[in-house]
């Protein structure tokens, strides 16, 4: 039987993250001012962001170098494993061959910290003292805290109240790296007294969250905001994942057939896709891509490609991007991280120009195989990474009906220890569907901001 675990020794981690933006047959259109419609500049968005992730953000270079004191950091967890899922294979009766790169390892528990490290320090470097930031499931906040306790910034963070009340063990982490947390909407910000005064029981909403802290960061000299996902560079800074995993997957002796990868905002998709999306851009290798999504809330799935903002109170840029609105309310299904509105812009374009794919799952066949994946490889999955384990095991199990050896590999984007309350409520048969219902989404996008995406 050939490996189980793959590993690349310190030495071999990448030294460059690597930009899609150099290869893409078609950029995505620029961001636009949310008051004058114009596209954004570099000095829009120094209020809130550092000169050196503004210049990430919008550069064209394949290679952008990973300074020292960030590649210190990473080799905490980093290079991380790639595993081959013998036993899942097993179980499943399946030829194929199943692969998967494990985030879980980094002491977020997620692959966040691969991007918190990085902004904590290109802000600390700009002379930052504070960073504010929104969170869903936990995850990023969490990571963000950490990052921001390794470079001595203080970190305030905004948590949707759904997740502060479903998911407390991770506001109990924050608090131990030493960031202040707050249950969005609060009565810290306008944006957030705002909706409160109009839905005193608002479960709250990543745009929400975004609102808050991106007020916050705006209003003060010494602040800046971190986002944990859908911008350019952290996308950037999360192709450590997929440089590794090629190199591993190269050691193991196989080529993906299929490279797959839940989307919340599509940071994770993103680091383990776009090393392969050059392969397929610019090498001209058969690779499908495969982006997963709750049928919850289908942004890329059944969303739609236009501009709009990245949050509710329409503070931040119109970006170009598949979107369900931003007012839209998704249902507090327990993949918290799966249930922003919109999409990162570099994943939206892929898919549009039918470079990348999307699918999209319901929660309890979601939660079932990520049981089935715990069962045979004994790795409690994030809920919001079962999403890509879903889509795993229904190739595999398409391969088994076809007869076809193919190699699949996919995210395992973070560990599910504290999303136990979740797997509770699964075995308890407490779990419901929520397909979006047409009315609602057609309801959203009605009021989707005027702008012709051309
Ligand atoms: C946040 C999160 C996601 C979703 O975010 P992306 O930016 O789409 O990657 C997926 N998996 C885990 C474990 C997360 O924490």
Redesign the pocket.
């Known amino acids: 039987m050939s490996e189980t675990k793959i590993l690349l020794a310190e030495k071999e981690m990448p030294t460059h993250w690597y930009n899609i933006q150099a290869d893409m047959p078609q950029l995505p259109r620029p961001p636009l001012h949310p008051v004058t419609g114009k596209p954004v500049g570099p000095d829009d968005l120094k209020a809130i962001f550092p000169t050196s992730l503004i210049e990430q953000e919008m550069t064209r270079e394949r290679w952008v170098e990973i300074p020292e004191e960030v590649r210190e950091i990473y080799r905490l967890w980093r290079p991380s494993p790639l595993h081959r899922a013998h036993r899942l294979e097993k179980a499943l009766d399946t030829p194929a061959r199943i692969f998967y790169k494990y985030?879980?390892v980094s002491p977020a528990?997620?692959?966040?910290l691969n991007t918190a490290v990085p902004q904590a320090y290109f802000n600390k470097k700009e002379g930052i003292k504070r960073l504010t930031t929104e969170t869903?499931?936990g995850?990023?906040g969490v990571a963000l805290s950490q990052a921001c306790n390794f470079f001595g910034l203080e970190c305030t963070v905004y948590m949707v109240k759904v997740s502060y009340h479903q998911k407390p063990y991770r506001r109990s982490m924050m608090e131990i790296f030493g960031a202040k947390v707050y249950a969005s909407p609060s009565e810290q910000t306008a944006a957030g007294r705002r909706i409160l005064s109009a839905e005193p029981d608002s479960p709250g909403s990543l745009g929400i969250a975004i609102s808050e802290a991106v007020e916050d960061a705006a209003g003060r000299e010494d602040t800046n905001y971190a986002l944990?996902?859908?911008l350019n560079h952290?996308l950037l800074h999360?192709t450590v994942i997929g440089l590794e995993a090629r190199e591993q997957m190269a050691k193991a002796g196989y080529y993906p057939d299929v490279v797959i990868?839940?989307?919340?905002?599509?940071?994770?998709?993103g680091?383990l896709v776009f090393p392969f999306a050059h392969d397929k851009l610019a090498r001209e290798a058969k690779v499908r891509l495969v982006a997963v999504e709750p049928s919850a809330c289908p942004t890329l799935t059944r969303g739609k490609f236009a501009y709009d903002y990245g949050d509710v109170a329409g503070l931040t840029p119109l970006l170009p991007m598949y979107t369900l609105g931003a007012e839209f309310m998704p249902p507090g299904i327990h993949?918290g991280?799966?249930r922003?509105h919109g999409d990162?812009p570099l994943v939206s374009q892929l898919v549009h120009d039918g470079v990348a794919e999307a699918r999209a799952f319901n929660q309890t066949d979601v939660f079932q195989s990520a049981i089935m994946f715990a069962r045979s490889e004994g790795i409690v999955p994030?809920p919001?990474?079962a999403h890509a384990i879903a889509c795993a095991i229904q190739e595999a199990l398409a391969a088994r009906e076809a007869g076809e050896a193919k190699t699949i590999l996919f995210n395992l984007?973070?560990?599910g220890f504290l999303d136990l309350p979740s797997y509770d409520a699964y075995l308890a048969g407490k779990l419901e569907d929520y397909p979006l219902p047409e009315e609602e989404l057609a309801r959203s996008l009605s009021r989707l901001p005027k702008v012709d995406l051309g």
């Open positions: 985030e879980g528990g997620s692959h966040k869903g499931a995850q990023w944990g996902s859908v952290v999360q990868a839940c989307c919340g905002g599509g940071s994770n998709f680091g993949a991280g799966l922003y990162s994030a919001e990474s984007s973070g560990h």
